[in-house]
């Protein structure tokens, strides 16, 4: 892939994560800078929308609508007439390339790359033996798909680390030509009867090791052990990342401070005040100043959703209806923007449960968990959507639909004997409602969800 693409008066830095308009960073979405990559390197097709969808959102359902969305936000961003709709067919990037030039792309100012980037090396191997090399990768690809479920940071590609493996390059020059502020790296070493792996998160730009930690698995059981160790690696990574970053933030000029810099210093908020009056609201400023620098950041506009209904439910801020109408459009925005993270989601729909918007929260967190399904915030959220459900029902016994939701939670979790149950208490409340009549009330993923158990709560 080249170092840039250049066309008309902008430039794409894949590797940087970065479009410049007239030199200056553009201000873009991470979703829909992956949109601009894919239409640009295949510039010379129309692109169906279902291979748009595949390469942007790997492995994901997502509505047409989101890809929409995105794409008209590019086209704000690049002027209207840079991505054409082909009627039936999909997109395709129109502007002409300009001539390449030989020289590098010249070099950012340091405080233009404001979002947190991570690079995931490949593992020095220690060993001939075939099975621990396989199983170093593995590893890798592991660390890698874990990270990149981390809100607040952009993950380089495994395919561009990939590059590097066997390269003896100093670390700087890597992450350079990288475009990270953080690299992951570390080996693999048989030990006695057991394989040792020893890793180390670096700050790029100054070479220091920010932590550093050895993890052991038995020889004969390393590839069944390998997600276990990747999840240990990524429960002590994750917090020691964030730390870095908000460290690397607090080192920067007031002024100089960007969306990224500014939802972090939320989470920092949070994690040194806790849920305090202080702490609260200085994560919620933050997240607005966030949210201001960069309106198509769909994890600060969901977050902030979050923590807002949080701290009027607690009573640290008033109820009021423009409390509640902020809150919904936050939410409402960023489930737009970003239909496709699980944090986002996840955040988002338990913000709408606590605005007793319970049907469509339900749905946005089940979303949130078909995307994720270890997204512990939104497992935790469904849990209490399914205690107001059981207060709505004993609130109006004769009323269906808190019923219908209790069974669509039920059935998210797992306990499909009660979700039958409360599906037949629903039916009783109402002889006449269809699973059509579910789709209009609840949503089409909760009435796909409620089929199988259809009959069997007849």
């Known amino acids: 892939m080249p170092a840039s693409y250049r066309f008309d008066r902008f430039e794409l830095r894949p590797s940087e994560r970065v479009l410049l308009v007239d030199g200056a960073p553009a201000a873009l979405g991470s979703r829909a800078f992956d949109l601009l990559l894919c239409l640009v390197t295949h510039r010379d097709r129309v692109l169906s929308k279902s291979e748009v969808l595949e390469q942007v959102w790997p492995g994901q359902v997502v509505e047409e609508n989101n890809l929409s969305v995105h794409v008209s936000a590019l086209r704000k961003v690049l002027g209207a007439g840079a991505i054409t709709t082909v009627s039936g067919r999909g997109y395709r990037f129109t502007l002409d390339p300009l001539p390449e030039t030989a020289h590098e792309p010249a070099p950012l100012p340091p405080d233009s790359l404001e979002r947190p980037t991570i690079a ?105 052990a390998q997600e276990t160790i990747a999840r240990g690696i990524i429960s002590e990574l994750e917090p020691e990342l964030t730390r870095a970053e908000i460290a690397h933030i607090r080192r920067q000029r007031p002024e100089n401070l960007g969306a ?77 923007l970003d239909d496709g993270s699980s944090e986002v989601l996840g955040y988002a729909g338990c913000a709408l449960c606590d605005l007793g918007h319970y049907k469509r929260g339900i749905d946005t967190l089940q979303h949130a968990l078909e995307l994720n399904p270890s997204n512990a915030q939104a497992h935790v959220a469904m849990g209490a959507a399914l205690v107001e459900a059981r207060l709505s029902c004993r609130a109006d016994p004769r009323f269906h639909l808190p019923h219908v939701l209790q069974a669509a939670t039920f059935e998210r979790l797992g306990a499909t004997a009660d979700a039958v149950a409360a599906l037949s208490a629903a039916r009783q409340r109402r002889s006449e409602l269809s699973l059509d009549e579910v789709t209009l009330t609840h949503g089409r993923r909760i009435s796909e969800r409620l089929a199988p158990l259809w009959q069997q709560a007849g």
């Not at 660390?143 to 390059?169: D, K, Q, Y």
């Not at 807002?308 to 459009?329: C, E, K, Q, Y």
């Open 120 to 224: 995931v090396m490949p593992l020095s191997v220690l060993s001939d033996e075939p099975r621990i090399a396989f199983f170093a990768q593995g590893l890798v690809e592991d660390v890698t798909a874990l990270l990149a479920r981390v809100p607040g940071f952009i993950l380089i590609a495994h395919a561009s680390s990939l590059a590097f493996r066997g390269h003896e390059a100093p670390l700087q020059d890597v992450a350079r030509q990288l475009g990270v502020r953080f690299v992951v790296q570390g080996s693999v070493r048989p030990k006695a009867d057991a394989l040792r792996v020893s890793l180390q998160l670096i700050e790029a730009a100054s070479a220091r090791i920010l932590w550093s930690a050895q993890f052991d698995s038995r020889a004969d059981e390393a590839v069944d």
């Open 260 to 336: 990224w810099a500014h939802y972090h210093e939320a989470v920092g908020a949070l994690a040194a005040k806790g849920w305090s009056a202080d702490g609260m609201a200085t994560a919620r400023s933050e997240l607005l100043c966030s949210t201001r620098l960069d309106p198509s950041f769909g994890l600060s506009h969901s977050h902030y959703a979050l923590l807002t209904i949080l701290a009027s439910n607690i009573g640290m801020v008033p109820d009021t209806p423009d409390l509640r109408a902020d809150v919904l459009a936050s939410a409402n925005s960023a489930i737009t």
